[in-house]
């Protein structure tokens, strides 16, 4: 068996390519100086391991000896692991936008040994196929041109960087913020291209986008706009009912190939997962309809079971793709893992309880999935909810407290069997940005579900970032750990992430520390990333030569920017600290991409949700007295009942102005617009100033 440079490296995605003949190199100087030497151009692939058409690629190609070889003899090829290294991700993902209009994964770019690209795509069929063409055909073309016509390549890749340069520069576009016209610009945007049949925002694929729920919930909030929450609300139950909800362990995949969330590709994320926690619970804040909370408790009990790590951490990812038949561990197919045959179901459940799942969850005779182009799926049907309770029992004419029995007792038997099978690929590192935005998640499921255990997991998710990833005499963050090793100098992401999930932590546990942190970890991005002059942050720290391009990230994809992230989180601390540092960065972020929020509002939604945090009406409500008061415990619950956008929430020990209790009892005092209400000491008086300050 061949091995490449790739077996000394830590990511799992790079660790799958180790055995390929294609002698990879990671991104690095070796992998440079190689280029230069031999004047040749680089080979960029850039992945994850839990990308099914990663691993299309690599079957077809990068274990093909005929291509390894002239991937070989004619370039140097280099490995990236966009969760590793989001900043190489994101220069060379704008190069493929821009020229050929979209992107994705796997990521194949052909750079100048300077690193300047000159031509891209995604992913490349071995020869010309699906409309694309071959992998092998290109590469002997581009080796060609380069032996041929290498002057010109070098030239055309100078005018790519200028060309992404000046697309990429953000700078302030005057002296103000994007006003309320930003928000209205950006509620229309949304609604034109809402499907207000099935949820989701666009047509197939259909891709959750928990930044557009964040923004519409938020100009709900401040508008009183039910359209704005309607959108919302349709797209969270038509998700829970699709097959891209695992119906029965919880947690959502990717993507859903089609448009009424029924056929996704399976790979499930953390950051989705993190997200669409949120979305779920912030739904059930607003409305109290129990449907929203139960899905963020799937959400949750699949992460602690499947994605926790022993100290705390969370685990990144879990695989589309799983093995088919143990006897045959070499085949694998996507989804493999989750799909069932009703023969299956009749031998688990019995042939009655069977046709109650069966017409429950959509379940056919020979599959429920019409439109199979790779034909993964014969036979086999993916769980959605294609009936209600109801109407199962209607259909069984049997009485709904039988059927909710039979419904109940059934996912525990079949988990059983399917626990049995082999699972997904697990891609077990241990990402700071990501492990943020689950703390976040976990924290607000403890304020607005009242479950310590929610508490627990965000706590010790947090304690092993600050154990395994912060050096609190160095001031440094780190990305990446797994395997014993944390390694990665931390991104804008990781610093904003992270300190924004310690707010959120501290409004669930009061811990002075996290406080603290948070505000030593914002001092430290803004040093590191923070353009003074124009505003906004970029991505990555001053002085990373091994970059052509520095960016400032504001896209809210299936991730938040960082800016739009440290925006808000900026805010936030200055009315919890009541620094005007942050205050004025926050202004600066947030003046830098006015003009964006006003002409591209549709890129970003959580850029927009920060700015209608800074344009809405200020609340803060500070608790005194004894914290473990029967009294202090409602008013909390009084509070976290109310989706409160706006408001920050600290106990008086660390709030910036004294405010005491009144008679050594549990007080609450609730500050408007920068005026403060009479003390609060019963949960009634403190329900009526909520009311008003919404």
Same mark, same amino acid.
């Not at 002997?140 to 200028?162: F, N, T």
């Not at 209600?388 to 259909?395: I, N």
């Not at 800074?614 to 004894?626: D, K, Q, S, T």
């Not at 408007?672 to 009479?678: D, F, H, I, S």
């Given at each position: ?22 002698d ?5 100087e070796e992998?440079f ?6 004047n040749k151009?680089?080979f960029?692939? /850039? ?7 990663c691993?299309?690629m ?10 390894a ?8 090829? /280099?490995k990236?692991?966009r969760?590793?290294?989001?900043? /190489? ?6 190069f /493929?936008?821009?020229s050929t ?18 031509f891209g795509?995604t ?8 409309g694309?063409?071959?992998f ?10 380069w ?6 390549i070098e030239?055309?890749?100078?005018q790519?960087?200028?060309?992404l340069?000046?697309?990429a ?5 005057g002296p103000d913020q994007?006003?309320r016209?930003?928000?209205?610009n950006?509620?229309y @945007? ?6 207000p049949r ?9 891709f ?7 923004f ?6 401040e508008?009183?706009n ?16 699709g097959g ?12 859903s190939?089609?448009?009424?969330w ?13 997200q669409l926690a949120?979305?779920?619970l912030?739904a ?6 129990g ?5 963020a408790?799937?959400?949750f ?5 499947d994605? @926790? ?5 969370f685990?990144?990812a ?6 088919i ?11 493999a ?21 069966s017409?429950?969850?959509?379940v056919?005779?020979h599959g ?6 790779h034909?993964?799926?014969a ?5 959605y909810?294609?009936h209600?309770l ?7 004419a049997?009485?709904?407290d ?24 697990l891609?077990?590192k241990?990402?700071?940005a990501w492990?943020a935005?689950m703390?976040?998640a976990?924290?607000?499921g ?5 479950e310590?255990?929610y @508490?627990?997991a965000a706590t010790?998710?947090a304690?092993f ?5 912060w ?18 100098g931390g ?8 300190a ?5 932590l501290?409004e669930t546990?009061?811990?002075?520390g996290?406080?603290a ?8 991005a %803004?040093?590191?990333f923070?353009?003074a002059?124009n ?10 030569d091994?970059?052509?391009?520095r960016?400032?990230?504001?896209y ?6 960082g800016?739009?992230? %440290?925006?808000?989180l ?5 009315r ?8 004025k ?12 929020m006003?002409s ?6 959580q %850029? ?28 909390l619950?009084t509070i976290?009942?109310?989706?409160l956008?706006t408001?920050?929430?600290?106990m008086a020990?660390?709030a910036?102005?004294?405010m005491?209790?009144?008679?050594n009892?549990?007080?609450a ?5 920068y005026?403060?209400?009479?003390p ?5 008086k403190?329900?009526e100033q909520? @009311?008003?300050?919404?």
């Amino acid at each position: 068996m061949t091995t490449n440079r790739l077996a000394q490296q830590k990511s799992p995605y790079l660790l799958q390519h180790a055995h390929n003949p294609v002698d990879w190199y990671p991104w690095g100087e070796e992998a440079f100086q190689k280029a230069a030497a031999e004047n040749k151009p680089i080979f960029l692939s /850039v992945g994850y391991s839990t990308c099914h058409w990663c691993h299309v690629m690599e079957r077809e190609s990068f274990e093909d000896p005929e291509i390894a070889r002239i991937l070989n003899d004619s370039f140097v090829p /280099v490995k990236v692991d966009r969760e590793e290294r989001p900043d /190489v991700d994101r220069v060379y993902m704008l190069f /493929v936008q821009a020229s050929t209009g979209s992107g994705g994964w796997p990521m194949s770019v052909w750079l100048t040994p300077e690193r300047k690209p000159f031509f891209g795509g995604t992913y490349f069929p071995p020869d010309d196929r699906y409309g694309r063409p071959g992998f092998k055909a290109i590469l002997e073309h581009l080796a060609r041109a380069w032996r041929d016509d290498r002057a010109r390549i070098e030239e055309s890749g100078s005018q790519v960087i200028g060309q992404l340069r000046q697309y990429a520069e953000v700078s302030g576009g005057g002296p103000d913020q994007a006003g309320r016209d930003a928000l209205e610009n950006g509620f229309y @945007t949304f609604r034109r291209s809402f499907d207000p049949r099935l949820g989701g925002f666009g047509g197939a694929p259909k891709f959750p986008r928990p930044s557009v729920h964040n923004f519409l919930l938020r100009y709900f909030a401040e508008t009183g706009n039910q359209e704005a929450l309607e959108m919302v609300l349709l797209t969270l139950r038509e998700m829970a009912k699709g097959g891209i909800n695992d119906q029965l362990g919880g947690g959502f995949h990717r993507y859903s190939v089609d448009e009424r969330w029924f056929v996704p590709h399976f790979e499930k994320m953390l950051y989705d997962q993190a997200q669409l926690a949120i979305s779920y619970l912030e739904a059930f804040q607003i409305t109290r309809d129990g449907q929203y909370a139960a899905e963020a408790r799937n959400i949750f009990s699949y992460v602690l079971r499947d994605l @926790t790590a022993p100290g705390g951490g969370f685990y990144s990812a879990e695989d589309a793709d799983s093995v088919i038949d143990p006897s045959r561990p070499d085949q694998k197919g996507e989804g493999a893992f989750y799909l069932w045959g009703r023969e299956e179901l009749v031998a688990a459940l019995g042939e009655r309880d069977a046709a109650v799942f069966s017409y429950r969850f959509g379940v056919e005779e020979h599959g429920n999935v019409n439109e199979d182009p790779h034909g993964e799926f014969a036979g086999r049907n993916i769980l959605y909810r294609a009936h209600t309770l109801e109407e199962t029992a209607a259909q069984m004419a049997a009485p709904a407290d039988a059927i909710r029995d039979v419904l109940k007792a059934a996912p525990a038997k079949l988990m059983e069997i399917r626990s049995a099978r082999p699972r997904p690929h697990l891609d077990d590192k241990i990402l700071t940005a990501w492990n943020a935005l689950m703390i976040s998640a976990f924290a607000k499921g403890a304020q607005i579900l009242d479950e310590p255990r929610y @508490t627990d997991a965000a706590t010790g998710a947090a304690n092993f970032v600050r154990s395994h990833l912060w050096d609190e005499g160095s001031g440094v963050l780190l990305r990446r750990h797994r395997d014993g090793e944390s390694a990665i100098g931390g991104f804008l992401d990781d610093y904003a992430f992270f300190a924004n999930a310690l707010l959120d932590l501290y409004e669930t546990s009061f811990e002075p520390g996290d406080l603290a942190l948070a505000v030593r970890l914002a001092e430290r991005a %803004m040093a590191l990333f923070e353009d003074a002059q124009n505003g906004g942050f970029f991505s990555t720290a001053a002085g990373e030569d091994d970059l052509v391009l520095r960016l400032k990230d504001d896209y809210d994809g299936a991730e938040p920017s960082g800016n739009s992230v %440290m925006a808000l989180l900026l805010l936030r601390l200055a009315r919890m600290t009541d620094r005007a540092d942050f205050r004025k960065s926050a202004e600066r972020t947030l003046q830098a991409f006015a003009s964006r929020m006003r002409s591209a509002s549709a890129g970003l939604p959580q %850029m927009l949700a920060a700015q209608a945090y800074a344009l809405g009406r200020p609340m803060e409500i500070v608790l005194a007295g004894p914290r473990d008061h029967p009294a202090m415990r409602d008013m909390l619950s009084t509070i976290r009942r109310r989706f409160l956008p706006t408001a920050v929430l600290m106990m008086a020990s660390e709030a910036p102005h004294t405010m005491p209790p009144v008679d050594n009892s549990p007080t609450a005092h609730v500050c408007q617009n920068y005026a403060c209400e009479l003390p609060a000491t019963n949960v009634e008086k403190l329900d009526e100033q909520l @009311t008003r300050g919404q």
